[in-house]
Nanobody, 126 residues
Framework: QLQVVESGGGLVQPGGSLRLSCAAS????????IAWFRQAPGKEREGVSC???????HYIDPVKGRFTISRDNAKNTAYLQMDSLQPEDTAVYYC????????????????????WGQGTQVTVSS
């Protein structure tokens, strides 16, 4: 059973922080580009951040300076650190893994990704 599992979502106040985790099971994360997507109520799913095999990262403009993507291949896990959270960040967050170097992961093409997590809810509200 090949899958990724997200965790770490929850309810936080504006200005708060969360760290999301994406754990791979049944495959070696070393060979996969990782991306985080999110879907807010009433909106289309959008790419948020990605990290390629060589460690190159990308962030969409609304989260630049606030979110940090990383990977720990020894733990077979990727992370999304979210700081200074705002209500507009409220969404279901998904991690996804794409077999390959991820040279163009900033395009956030859904069909490029082999494995998707079930999603974790992030709610930012006072």
């Amino acid at each position: 059973q090949l899958q990724v599992v997200e965790s770490g979502g929850g309810l936080v106040q504006p200005g708060g922080s969360l760290r999301l985790s994406c754990a791979a099971s049944g495959f070696i994360l070393d060979y996969y580009t990782i991306a985080w997507f999110r879907q807010a109520p009433g909106k289309e799913r959008e790419g948020v951040s990605c990290i390629s095999l060589d460690g190159t990262t990308h962030y969409i403009d609304p989260v630049k300076g606030r979110f940090t993507i990383s990977r720990d291949n020894a733990k077979n896990t990727a992370y999304l650190q979210m700081d200074s959270l705002q209500p507009e960040d409220t969404a279901v967050y998904y991690c996804a893994a794409d077999y390959g170097p991820g040279y163009y992961c900033s395009n956030y093409v859904f069909s490029d990704y082999n494995y998707w997590g079930q999603g974790t809810q992030v709610t930012v509200s006072s």
